[in-house]
Nanobody, 114 residues
Framework: QVQLVESGGGLVQAGGSLRLSCVASGSIFSINAMGWYRQAPGKQRELVATATSGGITNYADSVKGRFTISKTAKNTVYLQMNSLKPEDTAVYYC?????????WGKGTLVTVSS
């Protein structure tokens, strides 16, 4: 089992920045990749960015050039979010994958005001 705890959400004005953190505990040795997803009100959960243990990153087109994902060698993943837009408002969820499946945090709310 893997447990994930997110932090760093909050209220920010458009154009501002936030940094999200996610710490994994439990069977962290088995994690293959970690990432961030988000779900806006009335919308489906969508991928924001992922990072594999081998250092390969992937971003949604909507955040390329503005968001940066980074992952420590062990158990922490960050999402640096710059030039935030009102449409980035959502609950952001941390995700971890291992051979047994997917694990999710409870989410952290990011609100971007115009």
């Amino acid at each position: 089992q893997v447990q994930l705890v997110e932090s760093g959400g909050g209220l920010v004005q458009a154009g501002g920045s936030l940094r999200l953190s996610c710490v994994a505990s439990g069977s962290i040795f088995s994690i293959n990749a970690m990432g961030w997803y988000r779900q806006a009100p009335g919308k489906q959960r969508e991928l924001v960015a992922t990072a594999t243990s081998g250092g390969i990153t992937n971003y949604a087109d909507s955040v390329k050039g503005r968001f940066t994902i980074s992952k420590t060698a062990k158990n922490t993943v960050y999402l640096q979010m710059n030039s935030l837009k009102p449409e980035d408002t959502a609950v952001y969820y941390c995700n971890a994958e291992n051979s047994r499946g997917d694990y999710w945090g409870k989410g952290t709310l990011v609100t971007v005001s115009s």
